[in-house]
């Protein structure tokens, strides 16, 4: 690996074995979040494909209005523009394919057991790698962009207490530094083969079989929390929509969609 480990705009893109993902890309030595700014330039008129990459965050953003950290120079954020001709309730299917995307090039590269605890955490070993935010704007009831930001934790050799029995990193899984610029270059190599797959049938069903295999909570019970309710099951794997087949303890099979819900093992995070 070169040193210091750069993600560059020209180190990524020289990389880059894509066809319109990352067309343009451009890089932050520091910025609030990529997905912020990546929803600026997209109102802007950003094109599909420019991918915002940064350094450092100083205000990440996590799901359900969580933050998010990344530390200068060991792990990786960033944000690819979309802009899907899709109705908005298949946009939470996009999170999905960027999942399996990361958790396939991390097999892939290192040789880890990643896998995919639905929706979209890449948990390896019980423990969370990578985290993906996608944030949409519509306008007339049709999607105007999505923006889908992903944080992997790369070179990152400890994590503060509070996170540290359930986050990791590939230099705590693989016991050496990796170069962050081969990552993020085969992430959107496999996120654009899975996704244009995935608008080709505009759903999973091309997918569905390679996500299953990677999906960690397939025959675990999980408990499903609702917005006002909670309940346990087995988890089966997902459908074609994406959404998470459940079945409970009274025999009935529930279908999760990946919106306000979210899924936690019984006897763990996964
Ligand atoms: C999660 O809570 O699991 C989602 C984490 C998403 C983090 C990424 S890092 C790049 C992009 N910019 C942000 O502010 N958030 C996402």
Redesign the pocket.
């Given at each position: 690996m070169g040193y210091p480990d750069t993600i560059a705009a020209e180190e990524v893109k020289s990389r880059l074995e894509t066809s319109w993902v990352g067309n343009q890309v451009k890089y932050f030595e520091e910025i609030?979040?990529?997905?912020?700014y990546a929803k600026k330039i997209a109102e802007e008129g950003a094109p599909e494909g420019m991918l915002i990459i940064?350094d450092e965050?100083t205000?990440?953003?996590?799901?359900?209005g969580?933050a998010?950290t990344?530390p200068r120079g060991t792990a990786?954020?960033?944000?690819l523009v979309l802009r899907p001709k899709l109705p908005p309730a298949k946009v939470s299917m996009v999170t999905l394919v960027m999942g399996l995307a990361v958790a396939k090039a991390c097999r892939v590269l290192y040789g880890i057991p990643a896998g995919i605890k639905w929706p979209?955490?890449v948990v390896v070993n019980g423990k969370?790698l990578?985290?993906?935010?996608t944030e949409m704007s519509m306008e007339m009831a049709a999607v105007n962009y999505v923006v889908i930001?992903?944080?992997i934790n790369v070179n990152v050799s400890s994590f503060p207490q509070e996170i540290s029995k359930t986050a990791t990193s590939l230099l705590l899984e693989c016991g050496y530094e990796t170069a962050r610029a081969k990552l993020i270059a085969v992430c959107m190599k496999y996120f654009e083969e899975y996704y244009e797959r995935f608008l080709r049938t505009q759903d999973l069903s091309a997918l569905m079989e390679e996500y299953n295999e990677l999906l960690l909570n397939r025959e675990r019970k999980v408990r499903v929390l609702e917005p006002g309710h909670e309940y346990t099951g087995t988890a089966m794997g997902i459908n074609r929509d994406g959404e998470l087949l459940v079945v409970r303890e009274d025999g009935s099979q529930t279908a999760v969609y990946a919106g306000e819900v979210s899924v936690r093992g019984v006897y763990g995070y996964v």
């Open positions: 609030t979040s990529t997905n912020q940064a965050q205000r990440g953003k996590g799901r359900s969580r998010w990344t990786v954020a960033m944000t979209n955490d969370k990578c985290g993906i935010l930001g992903t944080g």
